[in-house]
């Protein structure tokens, strides 16, 4: 049976300075007839109808044509990813390429910019600077199988399509605290008790990480809240900070913030047995899923006002000029799951306690709280954006 896709296009005016670019060096755009040369944009939306007007069938063809399909992807579960890729469509290699988002945002901009696209899909985080750099430039485009449109909210669908939400939150060793976290308040954290004792990712490295303190920020007067609950007092802010959300920042590095380059890091730190007071940390709740493997006893701080952390999309995106567009379509409904409530053999690596699919139709993953349990901040992409580089500017000051 024929079925039509929903492509998400670009205006020609924000797309156009990259197909040009791309254009010049040949990537993306169909062979033959110098009307394309002229018009490039025209040419890439004439190709994306026709790709989405193909049925699975005459797509799977097309894609096996191409014959490889190259994805940047912010999360290691891709080599797992490409494995059952490969056994569901044998004549098309998958190559996967684990890349940090803030690494792939440079690289996919740099390779637009020189007209020499690597990539064909990315799976990519960081949404506010995704969206600001990639997707309104027309380093990406979006797209939506039909097949999951109906079973994927709209807020998940534009303006790129996620797949899953993800988390940074404050983790504990269960170990050393057995009857539950030690922190039901983020304020504890700036206290004698915690010098020294809370561990991160540098904000400055990874851009989920600063997404996290971006929305501290965001969240101020929750955060003035908090403070009044905790201490007893209305809040008092320094000369030199505008919030509460910015002095909780400020008192948190003055009380020995650890920082850190790798989420790995933070999970050995906090997660590692044998410890009579292990620090608590910020990274993925779904790391819990490596505890049995690594011997770490990392769980959720649950409970922690006013809340435990944030949740972000992970997004799938279209690399405009790639060469394989029709095996990048087959990548994205692939990401997305059968349609089974687990997700089956294509989802299984995100299947996991810590990670939320988007689908209405997917159960959520067991031994993990419901996402409506975590208590954790939905990220704003655009509101995040908006003062994301001014948290940047404020943490230099920090020292």
Request: contains cysteine; glycine residues 8%; charged residues 20%.
């Amino acid at each position: 049976m024929r079925t039509t896709r929903r492509q998400f296009q670009l205006t020609a005016a924000a797309a156009l300075p990259v197909m040009l670019g791309l254009a010049a060096c040949g990537g993306g755009t169909p062979a033959g007839g110098g009307q394309a040369a002229q018009d490039p944009d025209a040419a890439a939306a004439e190709l994306a109808a026709e790709l989405d007007a193909l049925s699975h069938e005459e797509l799977v063809a097309r894609a096996e044509e191409e014959g490889e399909v190259t994805v940047y992807s912010f999360t290691s579960r891709i080599a797992q990813v490409e494995e059952e890729f490969e056994k569901a469509y044998p004549g098309i290699d998958l190559i996967g390429h684990d890349i940090s988002a803030t690494e792939q945002i440079t690289r996919l901009a740099a390779e637009a910019e020189a007209g020499t696209p690597s990539a064909d899909v990315a799976y990519i985080s960081d949404a506010p600077v995704v969206l600001t750099e990639l997707l309104e430039t027309g380093v990406l485009t979006g797209y939506v199988p039909e097949r999951v449109a109906e079973v994927v909210p709209e807020e998940f669908q534009q303006p790129l399509l996620a797949n899953r939400l993800s988390t940074k939150i404050l983790m504990y060793n269960e170990e050393a605290h057995p009857e539950g976290s030690p922190v039901t308040n983020l304020w504890q954290l700036t206290e004698p008790e915690w010098n020294g004792r809370v561990v991160s990712v540098d904000p400055s490295v990874r851009g989920d990480y600063l997404d996290l303190v971006t929305e501290i920020v965001l969240q101020s007067d929750a955060m003035a809240e908090a403070h009044q609950a905790h201490f007893g007092s209305a809040i008092a802010l320094e000369d030199d900070v505008q919030n509460a959300g910015e002095q909780f920042l400020k008192n948190l590095y003055a009380n020995a913030l650890v920082l850190v380059d790798d989420t790995d890091n933070v999970n050995a730190a906090v997660g590692a047995t044998g410890q009579d007071a292990p620090p608590v940390g910020f990274t993925s709740y779904s790391d819990r899923r490596d505890n049995e493997e690594e011997g770490w006893v990392l769980q959720a701080s649950l409970g922690t006002v006013p809340a435990v952390g944030i949740t972000f999309p992970a997004y799938l995106g279209l690399v405009t000029g790639g060469k394989s567009p029709a095996a990048a379509r087959l990548v994205i409904d692939f990401l997305m799951g059968d349609d089974t409530e687990t997700g089956g053999a294509a989802y299984e690596p995100f299947y996991v306690a810590g990670d939320y699919p988007v689908r209405t139709d997917m159960a959520t993953p067991p031994d993990a709280a419901p996402l409506e349990e975590l208590g954790a901040w939905n990220i704003d992409p655009v509101a995040t954006a908006e003062i994301r580089r001014d948290v940047a500017d404020f943490l230099l000051t920090l020292g």
